[in-house]
Each structure stands twice: as C-alpha cells, then as structure tokens.
C-alpha cells in the first residue's frame, strides 16, 4: 500500500476521523489499563512494606 | 449502620441495577431480535402493518430513482423472491449501491409501498483489494454471457 | 514424566516464574503490534466497497474475539476455582476480568467508528451489537461483586457463579449473526469456510490478533501476581518476597 504522502495517509481517503478516532481510543484504553495497573501494584507495595515494618518493631 | 452493612446494600444496588438494565435490552432484544424483515415475510403479513419496522434486502439493479426534488429516492429491495418498492427522502449512507444490501427503517403504506425514514447500508464479510473486486465482476459478465439463452 | 501441575499452581512457585514470564510477554505483544500495524497500514490493500474505513477490522475483530474468549478462560477459571477448590484458579478468574472488559469496551467503540461511516449509524439494537453489550455488563458485575464482598472465598464463589452463567452470553454473541438477521454482517473468519479476505488483509488481523493475546497474558500475569501476594501476605514465602525488594 502506497500513501503518495503523509496527508493522503493522515486522511485515509476522507475516513481518518473514525479510523485514527478508533485506534487513539483503544490506544488510551490499554495506556488506562497499564496505568491502573501500575498503581495498584504501588499501593499494594507501600501498605505491605508497611504492615511488615510494624510487625517487626511490635 | 455498620459499614458492612452499607457495602452490601451497595452490593444490592448495584446487582439490581444490572439485572434491570439486561432485562431492558432483552426486552429491546424480543421486540427485534431479528433485526429486520425480508421481502417475502413483508408480502406474507408477517411484518407489523400498524407500526415502524425494519426491510432488509438487495437493492435491485437499476431500480433507483432520484425525485426532482434532489433528496427523495426510490428503489426496490428484494430477497429475489419477492419485491417491495422503498421511497425514502434524506440522505443515502457511502455504501448504498445497487445490488448491495439494504435496511430500511420505515411503515408500509395502503398500497404496499414502504415509507423509509431511515436507510442504512449492510455490508458483507467479503474483503477485498478493488483489483479483484473488478476481476471478479469481469468473471461474473463473461460468465452471463456464455449462459445458454432460455 | 510426569509433571506436577500442582507444584506450579502453588502461589510460592507461580509468583517468582510469572515474574520473569511477564517482560517477555510484553516483548513479544510489542513487536507483533509493530508488524501488525505495519502490514495493516502499508501492505493490506485498500477494500473494494469500503475504502480505507476498514482499516478499523485490525482492532475490531481482534477485540472482539479476546472480549469472547478471556470470558470463556475467565469462566473456566473461576469454574475450576468452584470445584476444586485451588487458590490459583479464583486469582486467575478475578486477574482477567478488567482485561476482558476492556477489550469488550474496544470492541464496542471500534464498531460505532466503524458503523457510522459504513452502515450509517454508530449504534443499533441488533443481537450482535446488543449481546457484545451484554457481556461488557457481565464483566462489571463479576468485577464489582467480586470487588464488594471482604471475605475472600465467599467473593471467589459468588463471583464463580455470575461467570458461569453469563458465559451462556459467549456462544450467542458468536452466533447471532447466522441465528437472526443482523445489522452485523456473518464471519469473515471461520473453520467452516475458507476465509473472505485478501491474505494481507487476513494476515495483518492474525498478527494483530496475536499481539492482543500476548498483552493479555502479560497483563493477566501481573494482575493474578499482585493479588496473590495480597491475599498471601502472612504466609513465609510472601514475607520473603517483601524482604527482599524493600
């Protein structure tokens, strides 16, 4: 598949709202998904470093 | 109330919530589980005549026709047993096509012509490059031509 | 030989192995996404009726598959977990769950951007759209009811149950284009029929397919690795793991 430019591909033939809307979406979703992710692992960490530093002083 | 006792009547909520929400789109479901009628369902009543419902079928070959107007069209929908005219006034969606499939969204009126007040284009599973689409519409008149004539 | 599954379903055994999984799955969903994208983009041709709008097929199609598909493992899991009784099994159920919805949501949004300039409508109540809808709706409820019950085991079972059943949603959504007219139009992709698309068009949606499987996994991983250690914290192995990163 041959573009010619950057703007035929930008435009892709008239339809680039719905195609570039439909992959920076799910683009967003997964970035959400990851973002979650990392913080519920940092919570997670923080309050179980935590417990175990007074369990140990205790 | 004890916390415990809240998180549940939260749980409560939330579940029912749920529940009526599925038992409306079943309820939406019921109504048009099929999605839309053919041609021969509509010619043998089975379609509602006291309200909107949906057409769908092919667009026959030739069959459009544009209004002075500009915005009104006719055309007939088929399911190659049984024919019904479509007259619809707004704008056609990109892949409206004779010989392509159709749903309409309309009421049939007394002499059995169907009223559209929306027309979307169904498409199929095939997915090609526009080279073999043509190729294959080639093949298709070669083919027609060769047919033994009745 | 035989190999011990149940040495490996330990959580002492599964948490430091899913560990050094879980980089090479993110690897492999990153490069299958670079190729994916590429083949989709600049080797796939354009569609004869669609134009370039179809280009939204190398999202859509792989979403909506792993949406049908992480039920169908969540709900054996979980299932399992029921059974069995296996403190992996209700982890693994629970660490999919947020994944499966979110390819569910993408799936529905990927199809209204693709309905509109195709069909004409971003939304219509037909069986395929209104069932994809229903299985996004199974995940929240298995997610919060899951989430909103404090003791473990009896949230593990509640939440098995939901699972279960909804999973009757799976095979209607896959079939409810051949059982009722639809908006949406049959497979292009079957084991019934040879596949209707060009073979760069089909290759750029397998490999696009792989790389959603891929970050599945890695994502799964790492979810069923945090709850584990959550639901473990006293016992020796996680108080090893917590000594020694902090």
Same mark, same amino acid.
């Given at each position: 598949m041959n573009w010619g430019s950057w703007s035929n591909f930008i435009d892709m033939g008239g339809r680039g709202f719905y195609v570039w809307g439909s992959y920076l979406?799910?683009?967003?979703?997964?970035? %959400?998904?990851?973002?979650l992710l990392a913080?519920?692992?940092?919570? %997670?960490?923080?309050r179980l470093t935590q417990i175990m530093k007074l369990n140990k002083q205790g | 109330m004890k916390p415990r006792h809240k998180k549940l009547l939260w749980v409560l909520g939330g579940l029912s919530l749920l529940g009526v929400a599925t038992g409306l789109v079943l309820n939406a479901l019921k109504s048009n589980l099929n999605y839309f009628y053919s041609?021969?369902?509509?010619? +043998?009543?089975?379609?509602?005549? +006291?309200?909107?419902?949906?057409?769908?079928?092919l667009v026959v070959d030739g069959s459009l026709k544009r209004q002075t107007d500009g915005l009104t069209v006719e055309f007939v929908?088929?399911?190659?047993? +049984? +024919?019904?005219?479509?007259?619809?006034?707004?704008?056609?969606?990109?892949?409206?096509?004779?010989?392509?499939?159709?749903?309409?969204?309309?009421k049939l009126d007394a002499d059995g012509r169907f009223n559209a007040d929306q027309v979307l284009a169904k498409h199929d599973e095939n997915y090609m490059p526009p080279e073999a689409a043509q190729a294959l519409e080639d093949a298709k008149k070669l083919n027609a031509g060769k047919a033994p004539k009745p | 030989m035989t190999i011990n599954w149940f040495k490996y379903s330990s959580p002492a055994t599964f948490y430091p192995l899913a560990g050094k999984m879980i980089p090479l799955f993110y690897a492999l969903a990153a490069i299958l996404t670079v190729i994916g994208l590429y083949i989709s983009f600049f080797v796939?041709?354009?569609d004869a009726t669609q134009g370039e709008a179809y280009r939204i097929i190398f999202i859509h199609v792989p979403a909506?598959?792993?949406?049908?598909?992480?039920?169908?493992?969540?709900?054996?899991?979980?299932?399992?977990?029921?059974?069995?009784?296996?403190?992996?099994?209700?982890?693994?159920? $629970?660490?999919?769950?947020p994944t499966g919805a979110m390819f569910t949501f993408v799936a529905l949004i990927t199809g209204a951007f693709w309905g509109k300039p195709t069909w004409g409508t971003w939304w219509e109540w037909d069986a395929r759209m209104t069932s994809e809808l229903i299985l996004l709706f199974l995940y929240i409820g298995y997610m919060s009811l899951t989430a909103a019950i404090d003791d473990v085991r009896r949230a593990d079972k509640a939440g098995a149950i939901l699972a279960l059943v909804g999973a009757v949603n799976v095979p209607i959504i896959y079939?409810?284009?051949?059982?009722?007219?639809?908006?949406? $139009?049959?497979?292009?992709?079957?084991?019934?029929?040879?596949p209707s698309m060009a073979k760069t068009m089909l290759l750029g949606m397998l490999i696009m397919a792989l790389a959603a499987w891929m970050y599945s996994i890695a994502v799964a991983l790492s979810r069923?690795?945090?709850?584990?250690?959550?639901?473990?914290?006293?016992?020796?192995?996680? $108080?090893?793991?917590?000594? $020694?990163?902090?």
């Open positions: 979406i799910t683009l967003v979703c997964i970035v %959400l998904e990851l973002g913080r519920h692992k940092r919570t %997670l960490w923080q | 041609p021969t369902q509509v010619s +043998n009543h089975e379609a509602p005549s +006291n309200r909107s419902f949906r057409l769908g079928g929908v088929t399911d190659t047993a +049984n +024919n019904i005219p479509v007259r619809y006034k707004g704008i056609l969606p990109d892949l409206f096509k004779e010989g392509k499939s159709v749903v309409a969204q309309g | 796939a041709p354009t909506a598959w792993m949406s049908m598909f992480i039920y169908l493992v969540m709900a054996m899991w979980a299932g399992l977990g029921l059974v069995m009784n296996t403190r992996l099994s209700s982890i693994m159920a $629970q660490a999919l769950a079939f409810s284009v051949k059982w009722w007219n639809t908006l949406h $139009q049959g497979a292009s992709v079957s084991i019934t029929h040879a069923a690795r945090l709850l584990m250690l959550e639901r473990e914290k006293s016992t020796a192995w996680a $108080q090893e793991v917590l000594e $020694q990163k902090s």
